[in-house]
């Protein structure tokens, strides 16, 4: 079974706010680096479909006939996937009850760790 405690260096379990702050700390950051994730290929892509990534016009005959067919698709996909995830972002961290609620009302003593003493 698998020792929380020791790999976060708390010996004991805590049944005050400390332990719930520390796991409402790593789900915030864990949510925000997943979306972090699709804000960057939302950008990578809007980047390709207005050609600051990849080769210029003219180098490759080859990538401007690709640019025409998806250039535009890129553009708008890159875009509308980045201002989701802001969106997504803004609303998940704007709710009262979203992280507060968990430092209110912690998870039932069960545990995936087992139960705390």
Do not use: H
């Not at 400390?18 to 979306?35: E, M």
């Not at 990578?44 to 210029?56: D, F, N, P, S, T």
């Not at 003219?58 to 025409?68: L, P, R, T, V």
């Amino acid at each position: 079974m698998l020792d929380c405690g020791a790999l976060c260096g708390v010996t004991k379990y805590r049944e005050d706010t400390q332990w719930t702050r520390f796991a409402v700390n790593i789900d915030l950051i864990l949510y925000l680096a997943s979306q972090a994730i699709s804000f960057g290929a939302g950008l990578a892509a809007l980047l390709i479909g207005c050609r600051v990534i990849g080769k210029k016009p003219g180098q490759s005959a080859k990538f401007d006939e690709w640019q025409i067919k998806y250039g535009n698709l890129f553009k708008i996909g890159g875009g509308i996937l980045m201002v989701t995830t802001l969106y997504i972002i803004l609303e998940r961290v704007s709710r009262p009850d979203s992280f507060e609620d968990l430092l209110k009302n912690p998870p039932p003593a069960s545990s995936p760790w087992g139960p705390r003493p």
